[in-house]
């Protein structure tokens, strides 16, 4: 939503700041960092950032 608003560097703080909450991998929180992960993805590769992308990609894969 921030970054739909153009505010991209509080969109990148929030959801950077969200993953680290969500570290513990067990139940509920689980489908909240799979969630903010894809997010991290699409905001990524809107901007760009193809390293940044695959390195949340990889993430990604491994919690499934």
């Known amino acids: 939503c921030l ?4 505010d991209s ?3 990148e703080i929030s959801l950077l700041a ?3 909450r ?3 991998e ?12 894809t997010r991290l ?6 901007q760009g ?5 695959e390195k949340y990609r990889v993430m990604l894969a491994s919690l499934n």
Do not use: H
């Open 3 to 6: 970054a739909a608003n153009g």
């Open 9 to 11: 560097e509080k969109a």
């Open 18 to 20: 969200s993953l680290d």
């Open 22 to 24: 969500l570290d513990d």
């Open 26 to 37: 067990s139940g509920r929180k689980i489908v909240y960092k799979k969630q903010t992960l």
């Open 41 to 46: 993805i699409e905001y990524y590769s809107q």
């Open 49 to 53: 950032r193809k390293s940044d992308v």
